[in-house]
């Protein structure tokens, strides 16, 4: 969504990165550029596909299970990857969930809630960062607006609908990583 998003904004290029096969598909279906992870350095990629310039801005969209290509949790990763790869000046967007405290996390001071990123390089680039939880009621009257104009159309992003009695099966299909489940849209009626 945060590729659709910047995309209906008007950002001339936009950059997703990730390493499951139907979700780069997805995203160069609506134009993003599909960056794999687990094909090389994803910063490397994006600078190589810049110029060196880097991008104006990015998101961070994944959180403190943010993980390398082998499966090891890295809760900083994406936050460092965002520090090399936006430009001076350039700001970065963190939705992606953090907690003040996550007992199953992989190093003591996540746990704890403290990520340990590279803030040095973020201040000596002038970058700025915005965090936080999206005002749910506000998105979804601006989100509800954009699909009647027809300027949005999210439902792209929707590769099952099930009944909510199906909801765990549906999950672990999900959390699987299985081919062809990108988001699942629960139907509490059906």
Request: proline share 6%; with cysteine.
């Amino acid at each position: 969504m945060a590729a659709h998003s910047a995309m209906i904004r008007g950002a001339s290029q936009v950059f997703v990165v990730d390493k499951e096969k139907d979700r780069l598909d997805l995203a160069g279906k609506i134009g993003a550029t599909p960056v794999d992870f687990s094909a090389g350095d994803p910063v490397e990629q994006i600078l190589d596909a810049t110029g060196g310039r880097g991008t104006d801005c990015g998101v961070e969209a994944v959180g403190y299970q943010a993980h390398d290509p082998s499966g090891r949790e890295h809760p900083e990763l994406v936050l460092d990857n965002l520090v090399k790869v936006v430009r001076s000046t350039g700001g970065i967007g963190v939705v992606g969930v953090y907690l003040p405290q996550d007992p199953g996390a992989s190093t003591e001071e996540a746990k704890q809630g403290r990520i340990a990123f590279d803030y040095g390089t973020l201040f000596s680039k002038g970058q700025r960062m915005g965090t936080g939880q999206c005002p749910v009621m506000r998105y979804n009257r601006h989100l509800r607006d954009l699909i009647i104009t027809g300027r949005a159309q999210p439902s792209f992003l929707v590769s099952h609908e099930l009944p909510l009695t199906d909801a765990p099966d549906g999950y672990q299909h999900f959390d699987n990583r299985d081919d062809g489940w990108t988001k699942v849209l629960l139907q509490p009626a059906a």
